[in-house]
């Protein structure tokens, strides 16, 4: 069997073709195209090389190049500006630099798996959700934490669907504003289910909590763990941003090597009805945090470094409390993530130990 994953050499593409090159059985080729334009990637190239993983730098949006590389059986696209902030004025990438990453990328790889007959996993986020409801939600600060109020009597409440103190669900809305990021994921997605069942390939729709775990480029607008964990351990200012600058935002982290393992039994069964693609795949409650809480666990591990600024006001991306409810997927797939919160932060904080310059190479990119 024959495998692509675009972006092969941002955290979650690497870490994922390595793991599956592991696990998989010994006829698995993975190949993969990366265009390097995300900041570290070109850095992974060597250490998927040496693992036997063909990769091709170019970008995605080449059908030319694409259909160089041969045919696949299965595509895993991990390619997009992952970054709620992508697209809106002051970030690295523009609007238009957004779209045609993120969904019209995609599309060329739903052209290259109609032609081909491959099926397609197609790695999404949580922040498809709507912000207007997330920011809706009944929340009281319990330690150093929001959580849901599930006793909140509010009428307001009761249209509000797919959600309970385990998470969000996939009935949760979806309505505008879902900021300029999710909105191109979410596009993808139907794209994505729509192309499965007009030319019958296998669709899988993977919707991600917060990716975390040691090698991870982390900056302030993706990676917040690596960032904070590596930024705690140097010294280096951290801010609590918005509803009260307390640090209390809730999210739940997962590594990249158990969306791995779900994976594999993706594409182990091959197809599925259109109303089976979408799945939640994250930490849950057990692996979620606040950003005090990572605090508390950085003190602890390395002492007081810093002095966490706080800023009351929020911008119009952020949400209180988002941590996904994969309870569906656990029941449907037999599966569960193996990586507790305690091991993905002390896998990152070793990284941090051994490798002190990676918070400037991280900066410098």
Known sequence: MRMLITGICGFVGSRVAMWLKE???????????DNLSRPGSASNLQVLTSQGIEVQVGDQ????????????????DAAAYASVLAGTAGHRSSSADLVSNNLQGTCQILELCKRHQAGLILLSTSRVYSIQRLSRLPLVPTGSRWEIDSSDPSHALA???????????????????????????????????EYGVAY??????????????????????????AYWLHRWREAKPLRYLGYGGMGWQVRDMLHPEDLGTLILKQIQKGMAAPWESIWHVSGGRENSFSLAELSEWCKERWGQRVEVERQAEARSQDVPWLIL?????????????????????????????????????????
């Open 200 to 225: 019958q390939f296998p669709v899988w729709i993977d919707r991600c909590g917060v990716m975390a775990g040691a090698g991870q480029f982390g900056r302030i607008d993706q990676g917040i763990v």
């Open 23 to 33: 696990q998989a059985a010994a006829g698995l080729q993975i190949a993969g195209v």
């Open 61 to 76: 949006r080449d059908g030319d190049l694409l259909e160089r590389l041969g045919r696949f059986d299965w595509v895993i």
């Open 325 to 365: 409810d994969a309870k569906g997927t656990s029941d449907h797939w037999n599966w569960a993530p193996r990586w507790t919160r305690q091991a993905i932060l002390e896998e990152i904080a070793d990284h941090a130990d051994a490798h002190p310059d990676w918070l400037a190479r991280c900066e410098g990119f």
């Open 159 to 193: 249209v509000m669907e797919g959600w309970s103190k385990e998470g969000i669900g996939t009935a949760f809305s979806t309505g505008a504003p879902i900021s300029m990021y999710g909105a191109t994921k979410l596009a993808s997605e139907v794209m994505a289910i």
